[in-house]
T-cell receptor, first 115, second 117 residues
Framework: AQKVTQAQTEISVVEKEDVTLDCVYE???????LFWYKQPPSGELVFLIRRNSFDEQNEISGRYSWNFQKSTSSFNFTITASQVVDSAVYFCALSDPTSYGKLTFGQGTILTVHP | GAGVSQSPSNKVTEKGKDVELRCDPI?????LYWYRQSLGQGLEFLIYFQGNSAPDKSGLPSDRFSAERTGGSVSTLTIQRTQQEDSAVYLC???????????????FGEGSRLTVL
């Protein structure tokens, strides 16, 4: 069975601080995808990134970066120089190999960025 | 509209009643998913449609839940004889293809909040 664990339930930071959201996953599949989604107060989940299990290169997109390590089954997400608009719930997710849209989500991390 | 549209946005019903939730996916998206978000269970996969193939119903929690997708577009999730534990936000998502070609992005709607009294 697949499982995603986001150990941090809530994180509170002050604007401009860096913050890392942890994600640990479990799967017996050799091929899978990992995702991060953002859920702002409006409620609509917004896609941030997809990572293939065969690609362990770290990725950077503006202030966002992701560290994928198969050896520790982790896919952590870092926001550099956080902003108030980053306040949201962030979900890490793992795909089913038969359908990459069939996701197992972590419990989510509530991030609050204070001015 | 350009995004995934869900209706109603809010639904309050009495225990035992049937409810229908509607999802209008992005035009051209062949894959459609229903998820449920509740405080106790988090985000859970319910059902998945791909083109004319038989749906993947493996996430439906009981036989009171069913869904259909007509004409490869609009989908309706039906909950019969609602129970209080069915209270949740029901999210619909669509994508271009099940394999998530390209970014693999699922486009989510804003959800239908169901409250069972």
């Amino acid at each position: 069975a697949q499982k995603v664990t986001q150990a941090q339930t809530e994180i509170s930071v002050v604007e401009k601080e860096d913050v890392t959201l942890d994600c640990v996953y479990e799967t017996r599949d050799t091929t899978y995808y990992l995702f991060w989604y953002k859920q702002p107060p409006s409620g609509e989940l917004v896609f941030l990134i997809r990572r293939n299990s065969f690609d362990e290169q770290n990725e950077i997109s503006g202030r966002y970066s992701w560290n994928f390590q198969k050896s520790t089954s982790s896919f952590n997400f870092t926001i550099t120089a956080s902003q108030v608009v980053d306040s949201a719930v962030y979900f890490c997710a793992l795909s089913d190999p038969t359908s990459y849209g069939k996701l197992t989500f972590g419990q989510g991390t509530i991030l609050t960025v204070h001015p | 509209g350009a995004g995934v549209s869900q209706s109603p946005s809010n639904k309050v019903t009495e225990k035992g009643k049937d409810v229908e939730l509607r999802c209008d996916p992005i035009s051209g998206h062949t894959a459609l998913y229903w998820y449920r978000q509740s405080l106790g269970q988090g985000l859970e996969f319910l059902i998945y449609f791909q083109g004319n193939s038989a749906p993947d119903k493996s996430g439906l929690p009981s036989d009171r839940f069913s869904a259909e997708r007509t004409g490869g577009s609009v989908s309706t999730l039906t909950i019969q004889r609602t129970q209080q534990e069915d209270s949740a936000v029901y999210l619909c998502a669509s994508s271009l293809a099940p394999s998530g070609r390209g970014t693999g992005e699922l486009f989510f709607g804003e959800g239908s909040r169901l409250t069972v009294l």
